[in-house]
């Protein structure tokens, strides 16, 4: 990590640097395109500022996040999210962190309070939610205080900065494990390099050709793989898993309510290509979780826990809990 970078963020999140001089400092990161050591020396600020969760070593250790930077403006589902609760439903442990509505109609916290999963639970309640169901969430802004320092600069400047990439990669609860979706391809190389810095024990970030943040059932996705310390670049392609390319239309969702909808469509066993779209993103997140030994079997895990009904039963139990909390 880099010494400069890290004091600059550290100015930044103390709210120490001027304005002026923090756009100046972002809009050269932007222009010139930010190095894998500056992303992560601004990630282990930023976690450093962070509310986290007091959790046992051992629970950390099996942690996995399943998140996008957003701004893929491609109006689907939250496939994200129901990946998530899917997987918690086979035995992982997933910490989701994410937000409201931005750049979409329905973000994660949205869709996940429209099935009825109450989010408003304090840092020990959305552990005691972990420990039980295997899932919990964490709203970003809860848990990022020191962002009001950040915002007013990124509201001042009409391009993406620094911080579109930070987001998913400072989980408060300290995921050892990530399937990121990224919004451009150029970025997957960087994002995993920076999680290797970060202590990160498994990830996979992907980005398709057709501009997804997730693993696209429309066009091939790019992946890049850190397994320990080595790193590899691979191709998704649907059709070599039996799915059949389909419109990015047959995946567009609608409001908080609607996607919840297609959620329950989904763990009720409707045939669809919203459904391929989950499996195969699932599928790569039970690979990144070491659950699966590959895609091929990861599919064969998504769905029996879609076929079986594991999955819409782990859902009641996880509304039933966090409403009992």
Excluded: W
Aim: hydrophobic fraction near 40%.
């Amino acid at each position: 990590m880099l010494k400069e970078a890290k004091e600059k963020f550290e100015t930044m999140f103390a709210g120490k640097m001027p304005i002026e001089d923090a756009k100046e400092y972002l809009e050269e990161l932007y222009e010139r395109g930010e190095r894998a050591e500056e992303i992560a020396s601004a990630v282990d600020v930023m976690r450093k500022h962070s509310i986290k969760l007091d959790i046992d070593e051992t629970l950390k250790e099996k942690l996995i996040d399943i998140v996008g930077t957003g701004g893929d403006k491609s109006g689907s589902f939250n496939i994200s999210s129901t990946v998530a609760l899917l997987l918690s439903s086979m035995g992982s442990f997933v910490a989701k962190h994410g937000n409201r509505a931005i750049t979409s109609n329905s973000g994660s916290a949205d869709m996940l309070e429209a099935l009825g999963i109450n989010l408003n639970l304090s840092p020990s309640k959305q552990v005691k939610m972990l420990e039980e169901t295997g899932f919990t969430f964490m709203f970003a802004i809860n848990h990022h205080p020191a962002m009001k320092h950040i915002m007013p600069i990124r509201r001042s400047l009409s391009h993406r900065t620094i911080f579109n990439i930070l987001g998913p990669l400072t989980n408060p609860a300290g995921c050892k494990k990530y399937l990121i979706g990224v919004f451009s391809d150029s970025f997957l190389s960087k994002i995993v390099t920076a999680l290797g810095m970060l202590d990160t024990k498994s990830a996979i970030a992907v980005s398709s050709r057709d501009g997804m943040d997730e693993i696209s059932i429309s066009d091939i996705t790019y992946a890049v793989e850190l397994e320990g310390d080595k790193k590899r670049d691979f191709v998704i392609d649907p059709q070599l898993y039996g799915f059949k390319f389909a419109s990015s239309e047959s995946i567009r969702g609608g409001d908080a309510n609607e996607n919840a909808k297609i959620t329950m469509s989904i763990f009720d066993g409707e045939k669809s290509p919203k459904r391929d779209i989950v499996l195969l993103n699932a599928a790569v997140a039970f690979k990144v979780d070491g659950k699966a030994r590959d895609i091929k079997e990861g599919i064969e895990m998504a769905k029996e826990a879609i076929d079986s009904k594991i999955a819409k039963k782990h859902l009641k139990t996880i509304i039933d809990t966090s409403n009992s909390l």
